[in-house]
C-alpha cells in the first residue's frame, strides 16, 4: 500500500511517541526501582523527575498504581494502553505478525500479579516492544509508515528527555536522531522550532521548560 | 482423528488467538468492551460428499431473486410472493429499483445459516445477504492451530481454508469498476472490526473510515495524507445500508459516503454486498425461498427450510395459536440471536401479550418447529461435553459462485440453550472439509 490516510498518519506517529515512552518509561524505572530497594521514599524523587504529580499513598501504591493502574494516566499501563489504541487501528498496515507483540506486550503486562520479581516480568514487556519495533521495520514495506512510527520515536525521545534534565550528551545525540527523521519524512514540520531546539540544547545552562515547549511545537 | 488428542491444544490456540487480538466488541450498559471469542480446538467435520451436496443446494439460493425484485419482478407478477411481503420489508429499498450493479450481482457474499438434525438432514436457519461477518474466525485459527498441532494436519486429509482472502479479492476484483479495492468500516468500536482489519489485510485491500474516502466528479476516492485522491472501484462495505450515504437514506449518518448512491447508480463503483440486499434474507421472505428456487430454476430445492409457519396466512396464524408452546417465534426485524422466543418458556401472561402481538402484527414474525440439532462435543472445564452447534456457510459470487470449503461453527456454551451467537457468550469451532 502506498497511500495513508490522514488519520493513520496520526495513528503512526502516536504509536511511535507512545512505545517510545512505555520503552524509555520502563527503562528510567528499572533504575529509579534499583535506589527505591533501599530507599523506598525515592518513588517521590522519581516523580519529581519525570514531572508526574505524586498521587500515591506509599512506595507500595506507588509500585502497583504506576505499573498497573490504567485509570492513573501517568502509568506504564495506561501509555502502553495507548499505544495499543493506536496499533489497533492499523492492523492492515502493520500486519497482524507485527501487531502480536504489542498485544503480547500489553497481555504480559496485565498479567504482572509477582511484584517480588516485578523487573523480570517487566524486562519481558520492553523485549516484546522492542520486538514490536524490529518486526514492523522487517516486515512493514512501506517506507512511510516506517518513518512515521520512527518520527514519533524520535520525538517522544527529546521530549522525554527534556522532561527528565538529561545531560547535553543525550540530548544532543536525541535531537541528530530527530533531524535525520524530519529530513526523511514528507510530513511538513517546523524548522524553526527545530533549530532553536538546537540552540538551547547547546545554551551554557539548557532552559529545558522553554527547549519543551520549541519541540511539542515542531509537527 | 483422535478428537482427544487434538483437544489438548485447545488452551494453546487459545492463547495464540489471544496474542493476535482475535476479538470481537460487544456493547454491554452502552459501554464497549472487547473480547476474546472462545475457540473450541475439536472441529467440525464434513465429508467430502457431504459438501459436495452442501454446496449444490447452497449455491441454489443466492443472486436470482434480487435481480427480479429491483428488476422485472416476474415472482411477484406470478403470484409466488404476496407484493406486501416484499415492499414491507425494512430490507427493501425502493432507491435501488431498476439499478443493476456492476456485474450484475447483489450477493457477493452470502453467509447462510445452517443446523444438522440429529438424523443428519441440513436445514437452513437464514440467509444473510446484507454484511454477514465471521469467515475471519476460522481462517486465523486454522493458521494457529496449524501451528499448535501439525501433526494433526498430517494426519487427516483437511482442505485448506486460508485461502477466504483470495476467493474474497477475486470477488472484488471482478466487480471492481477500476481502481483499488477498499473495506469500508464504521470504526474501532464496530463488533466486527476485527474482522474488518484481518480481511484487508489478507485481501491487501486499503481499510477505510468516513473520514478518508470522498466522492469527487462521479468517482469515490481515498484522500492521501499529501492531498492527492486514489480511485476506489469496489468498496466493500461493513456497514448497514441505512448508514451508507446521508443524502439517500439517513440524512444525520455521520458514518456514511455523501453522494455514494449517484456514483454506484452510474455503475462508477461497486458496493459489496449491493444496497437493498436485506429484502432477500429478511425472515419472512426466507419462507419463500424454495418456492424461488424451484421458480427460477425449475429445480427441486436441494436444502431444506426450516418447517416454518408465516401467521400473515390465516392457515398458518391458526396452526401457530394452537402449537405455540412448540414453536420457536422470530421477530422479523431482529438478528443476532436477539428477538427469539421459545414458545414452552414464556408466562402464561407473557403468552398471552405475545399471542395478541402476532394477531396484531402478522407481518413482524414467523414462528418455526425447533430442530433438535445435533450436538457438537466441546472442550469444556470439565473436560468434553456436548453443546447445540450451527454453521454459517459463506458463498462467494464473482465470475462463478462458489461456497467456501470451511465456515464459521458456532457453539452454544451454555448446556440447555439453543442460542449460539457470539454477542450471547457462544464460543466457535473451526469447520473441516475433508478433501478424500
Known amino acids: 500500500m502506498d497511500i495513508i490516510s490522514l488519520d493513520k498518519v496520526n495513528n503512526l506517529l502516536w504509536l511511535g511517541r507512545y512505545s517510545e515512552r512505555v520503552y524509555v518509561t520502563i527503562r528510567e524505572f528499572f533504575a529509579g526501582y534499583d535506589q527505591m530497594i533501599e530507599h523506598h521514599d525515592f518513588y517521590i524523587q522519581y516523580c519529581r523527575n519525570f514531572q508526574i504529580p505524586n498521587i500515591y499513598r506509599n512506595f507500595d501504591d506507588f509500585i502497583y498504581r504506576y505499573i498497573k493502574d490504567a485509570t492513573d494516566e501517568n502509568s506504564i499501563i495506561s501509555n502502553l494502553d495507548r499505544a495499543y489504541d493506536n496499533c489497533m487501528v492499523l492492523r492492515n498496515d502493520l500486519g497482524s505478525e507485527t501487531m502480536s507483540y504489542m498485544e503480547v506486550a500489553v497481555n504480559n503486562l496485565e498479567a504482572i500479579q509477582d511484584f517480588d520479581s516485578l523487573i523480570m516480568e517487566m524486562q519481558d514487556v520492553v523485549d516484546y516492544i522492542l520486538a514490536f519495533l524490529a518486526c514492523l521495520d522487517d516486515n512493514v514495506q512501506n517506507y512511510e509508515i516506517r518513518n512515521i512510527v520512527k518520527l514519533g520515536k524520535r520525538l517522544e525521545r527529546l521530549d522525554i528527555y527534556l522532561r527528565l534534565r538529561k545531560d547535553r550528551e543525550d540530548l544532543t545525540k536525541a535531537c541528530i536522531m530527530l533531524d535525520h527523521r524530519l529530513k526523511k519524512s514528507n510530513l511538513p514540520y517546523n524548522r524553526e522550532n527545530f533549530i532553536t531546539v538546537r540552540k538551547l540544547i547547546e545554551e551554557p545552562e539548557i532552559d529545558y521548560v522553554k527547549a519543551i515547549f520549541f519541540v511539542e511545537n515542531i509537527l | ?436
Open chain 2, 1 to 436: 482423528m483422535k478428537q482427544g488428542e487434538l483437544s489438548q491444544y485447545t488452551k494453546k490456540t487459545n492463547q495464540l488467538l489471544k496474542r493476535y487480538g482475535v476479538k470481537f466488541g460487544i456493547y454491554k450498559n452502552n459501554i464497549f468492551h472487547e473480547q476474546l471469542f472462545p475457540f473450541d480446538c475439536i472441529p467440525r467435520i464434513i465429508g467430502k460428499d457431504e459438501f459436495v451436496y452442501l454446496n449444490k443446494g447452497l449455491i441454489q439460493r443466492v443472486n436470482a431473486f434480487l435481480k427480479d425484485i429491483y428488476g422485472e419482478k416476474k415472482i411477484i407478477k406470478d403470484r409466488i410472493i404476496p407484493e406486501e411481503f416484499v415492499y414491507s420489508s425494512k430490507g427493501y429499498l425502493v432507491e435501488v429499483e431498476g439499478l443493476m450493479p456492476p456485474q450484475g450481482i447483489y450477493a457477493h457474499i452470502a453467509g447462510i445459516d445452517l443446523v444438522q438434525a440429529k438424523e443428519g438432514t441440513w436445514y437452513v436457519l437464514e440467509e444473510n445477504l446484507r454484511i454477514p461477518s465471521g469467515a475471519s474466525y476460522p481462517m486465523i485459527a486454522r493458521t494457529l492451530c496449524r501451528r499448535a498441532s501439525p501433526m494433526t494436519y498430517v494426519q487427516n486429509h483437511v482442505e485448506d481454508n486460508r485461502d477466504y482472502a483470495v476467493l474474497l479479492k477475486e470477488t472484488m476484483d471482478y466487480v471492481n469498476t477500476g481502481g483499488i479495492n477498499a473495506v469500508f468500516t464504521p470504526g474501532r468500536m464496530n463488533a466486527a472490526y476485527f474482522e474488518h482489519a484481518y480481511l484487508a489485510e489478507k485481501t491487501g485491500a486499503v481499510l477505510v473510515g468516513p473520514k478518508d474516502i470522498v466522492v469527487n466528479e462521479d468517482y469515490l476516492y481515498f484522500k492521501n495524507y499529501t492531498g492527492s485522491l486514489e480511485k476506489i472501484g469496489a468498496l466493500y462495505r461493513r456497514i448497514s445500508d441505512e448508514y451508507l450515504d446521508p443524502m439517500t437514506f439517513m440524512e444525520d449518518s455521520l458514518i456514511g459516503i455523501p453522494h455514494l448512491m449517484e456514483i454506484y447508480r452510474k455503475g462508477n463503483v461497486a458496493i459489496v454486498n449491493a444496497p437493498g440486499n436485506g429484502v432477500a434474507d429478511d425472515k419472512g421472505i426466507y419462507y419463500f425461498v424454495p418456492k424461488m428456487v424451484e421458480y427460477y430454476f425449475h429445480e427441486t430445492p436441494i436444502l431444506q427450510n426450516a418447517p416454518t409457519y408465516l401467521p400473515y396466512y390465516d392457515e398458518d396464524l391458526k396452526f401457530v395459536l394452537e402449537n405455540f408452546d412448540r414453536l420457536v417465534i422470530k421477530d422479523v426485524s431482529e438478528a443476532g440471536g436477539y428477538g427469539v422466543f421459545f414458545g414452552n418458556t414464556l408466562s402464561r401472561d407473557e403468552k398471552e401479550v405475545f399471542l395478541e402481538t402476532i394477531r396484531t402484527e402478522r407481518r413482524r414474525f414467523i414462528a418455526q418447529e425447533v430442530i433438535d440439532f445435533k450436538d457438537l462435543q466441546i472442550q469444556d472445564e470439565d473436560g468434553i461435553v456436548e453443546r447445540k452447534a450451527d454453521l454459517r456457510a459463506f458463498v462467494l459470487t464473482g465470475k462463478t459462485t462458489r461456497t467456501w470449503k470451511s465456515g464459521l461453527t458456532r457453539f452454544s456454551r451454555n448446556p440447555d440453550s439453543f442460542i449460539v451467537n457470539s454477542s450471547q457468550g457462544g464460543g466457535f469451532k473451526d469447520t473441516w472439509i475433508l478433501s478424500r
